[in-house]
């Protein structure tokens, strides 16, 4: 009995072992990507000491530098990153390791042009720029694979190396050389199990003649017209990228330490990437987030791009880059941030669930194609005043840090986002704007202060876990998933819906049955026509807009059935169908516009529906007060108010008795308080 208990106490030592090794932020970091290889003279000690007099706690290196580490086949030259690791870990600072497979050295290109990506219609890369490569090669995989078990071998042991990044901002970007399209055609027969007529069948293929009698017939994406191919071409792109990072995942598990962690970083355009699959091995998954500056900035780039990878990733994430100055490749686009926007927008980034914020990067480069990509440090390599302001910011972010490190949300709004309808609406447009306006969407719930998320439909068909869906055109939907949109409506959800969903099945066909199909229970009406249109008012303007009472592009003759009505166009002929309607269904509500709404009448619409389902009230705050809450890791409530302004707000603190994390104020409910121009108040609830 004594071993047997000595044993179970053995197991639970080693799994709080397990547990504890896994790595885990204790306090947020704030650094920046740092390239020692780019300086224009040797200058590595002194820019760890401005890092330290900074206050700088993290950088990412070596993402870029495969040229570096490999100059030429098989001679690997890791001396000069031993020498950073090793300075960085004396001062403190802590190191994410890239593997640098996004940009190919000379000698690989030159030997093997092979790995060089084929563009449609005869296209082709040319050395010169990253990302220029068939990333699925197995050329180019070979080497891939030497060069970062040939890192993994020397530095997983590091002390310094926290972390490791796989490849950079990785999408198929175009690929469509020849292999590459055998693997589609071996992904679509196992897909369809090697049934030509089923193909032919959903594919519509006898369309144009189309219709093929054997695999070998099956045509290249180059001049393809069908939205079924490429609609599933663009599922395959996606599922080769997953693919490739998990690769690499698998290879960087195989060397690094339990207290070390892997990661990648997307762009927040993130309609090419299966960000689940991706995401699949990764603890802490990473996004890029550039966003306007000066009187355009808003703080609602970063909300989106956090709200989107923390929902799929169910975790906290890390912003691997952002802006530190004027961005761009080229001097079009040098907007520097106000005083105290870097601050702010830092905060922002805490606000919405990242544990981390690094910039791009510690140093402006002196030549190369992002030469005005501006970092920390300008091109003359001294403090200035972006560097006083880092400063400032990492000073707080060392008192506070660990109060707003690991912010939990529980969001009662979501945003269903769909890759398919994406890039579906792309090949069939119906407008010069966005087809798919799901960044409207997001602009009409946070600048009205409704905290959301960004759910991938493809993924989940669970809604139960939030009170609103807000839905951009579904255009492209399997009935099982429409039908999970009309159970949670009976169920007493609420849904704002656009225009065009429901229209095609989940192969980009066109349903042959009356507009919206599935939905049609949970909408409450159908159609069976739709027009063009240029600018429409609303008749009486139904929801009092000071601002564009407009829709646009697109109109649907709406037959309600058991919808009510909530506006019309004002237009002679248009105007005998409703285009804005909502039903009430089992428990629930679904709100549906059957046109394009001006941005200020699709706000009016949104904060119609979140008031009636409880979410916020008609008297809560709006734009340029935003309010970004969540709970801290020792179980506090923690809120964030921005003042998006250069002038003064005064809001009042409708909230119990908190703490002003920065200034260590008591603030009372009921207190009123200042907001600075491009201020930021953090309250933590006592």
């Not at 704030?30 to 020692?36: E, F, N």
């Not at 119906?430 to 009409?444: E, F, G, L, Q, R």
């Not at 008031?611 to 923690?638: C, L, M, T, Y």
Request: proline share 5%; hydrophobic share 35%.
């Amino acid at each position: 009995m004594k071993n047997k208990n000595y044993f179970i106490l053995l197991v639970l030592f080693l799994s709080a072992l397990q547990i504890k090794a896994q790595y885990s932020f204790d306090n947020v970091l704030y650094g920046a990507a740092y390239y020692h290889e780019y300086m224009p003279y040797e200058r590595l000690d002194e820019d760890i000491r401005l890092m330290k007099r900074a206050g700088l706690t993290v950088v990412r290196v070596g993402e870029s530098a495969w040229g570096v580490f490999e100059p030429q086949e098989g001679n690997f030259e890791f001396e000069w990153m031993d020498r950073i690791l090793d300075k960085m870990h004396a001062a403190g600072i802590k190191v994410i390791l890239g593997t640098p497979t996004y940009s190919i050295p000379a000698w690989l290109a030159y030997k093997h042009p092979e790995v060089l990506a084929e563009h449609a219609k005869g296209n082709k890369a040319y050395y010169g720029i990253r990302q220029n490569m068939d990333f699925t090669n197995p050329t180019y995989q070979f080497y891939c694979e030497r060069i970062i078990r040939k890192m993994l071998e020397r530095y997983a042991q590091h002390p310094a190396v926290i972390g490791y990044q796989v490849d950079n901002e990785t999408e198929a970007r175009g690929v469509n050389n020849r292999d590459y399209f055998f693997g589609f055609r071996n992904y679509i027969k196992q897909k369809f199990n090697n049934d030509l007529n089923l193909l032919a069948k959903e594919w519509g293929m006898n369309y144009w003649g189309m219709n093929i009698n054997t695999w070998e017939e099956f045509y290249p994406r180059d001049g393809v017209t069908s939205p079924s191919y490429k609609n599933e071409w663009e599922r395959y792109n996606r599922k080769e990228v997953a693919d490739f990072l998990n690769w690499q995942c698998d290879l960087v598990n195989e060397y690094k330490r339990k207290d070390q962690f892997v990661t990648h970083c997307f762009m927040p355009d993130f309609h090419n990437i299966d960000q689940v699959e991706s995401f699949r091995q990764m603890q802490y998954p990473a996004i890029n987030v550039y966003h306007d500056v000066q009187d355009k900035q808003d703080g609602q780039r970063i909300a989106y791009a956090g709200d989107f990878v923390r929902t799929v990733a169910d975790n906290n994430y890390i912003v691997m880059e952002t802006n530190a100055q004027g961005i761009g490749w080229d001097a079009r686009t040098q907007f520097p941030p106000y005083d105290n926007q870097l601050r702010q927008n830092v905060y922002a980034h805490y606000a919405s669930g990242a544990n981390m914020v690094e910039y791009w990067h510690w140093s402006t480069l002196h030549y190369g194609q992002e030469t005005y990509w501006r970092g920390v440090l300008g091109h003359d390599l001294q403090p200035n005043r972006i560097y006083k302001e880092f400063t400032t910011t990492a000073k707080e972010l060392e008192r506070i840090g660990s109060h707003i490190v690991n912010l939990k949300k529980k969001n009662r709004a979501a945003i269903l986002y769909s890759h398919d309808s994406y890039h579906a609406l792309g090949f069939m447009p119906y407008t010069y704007k966005s087809n798919y306006p799901i960044d409207m969407v997001h602009k009409a719930l946070y600048f009205q202060n409704i905290e959301t998320d960004i759910i991938p439909c493809d993924k989940t068909t669970d809604f139960s876990g939030y009170d609103m869906l807000v839905i951009p055109p579904l255009y492209v939907a399997t009935d099982q998933l429409l039908l999970a949109i009309d159970e949670f409506v009976q169920s007493g959800g609420h849904v704002v819906m656009m225009h065009k969903s429901g229209y095609c099945n989940e192969h980009s066909a066109v349903r042959a049955t009356l507009a919206p199909g599935p939905l049609r229970k949970a909408c409450g009406f159908h159609y069976q026509e739709f027009s063009t249109i240029g600018d429409l008012s609303l008749k009486d303007n139904p929801f009092q807009l000071e601002g564009k009472n407009q829709i646009s592009d697109w109109y649907e003759f709406l037959i309600p059935e058991t919808a009510t009505p909530l506006a019309y166009a004002e237009h002679p002929f248009f105007g005998k169908w409703p285009v804005v309607t909502e039903n009430k269904y089992g428990k629930g509500k679904l709100t549906y516009i059957g046109a394009y709404p001006s941005q200020e009448l699709l706000n009016a619409i949104v904060r119609k529906a979140a008031i009636h389902a409880g979410i916020i009230s008609s008297e809560s705050d709006v734009f340029p007060i935003i309010q970004r809450s969540g709970i801290n890791k020792a179980g506090k409530a923690i809120r964030y108010f921005f003042n998006y302004s250069s002038e003064s707000k005064e809001i009042t603190h409708n909230y119990p008795t908190s703490k002003e994390l920065i200034s260590g104020k008591t603030v009372k409910e009921g207190d009123h308080v200042t907001l600075p121009p491009w201020g930021v108040l953090i309250m933590e609830v006592y």
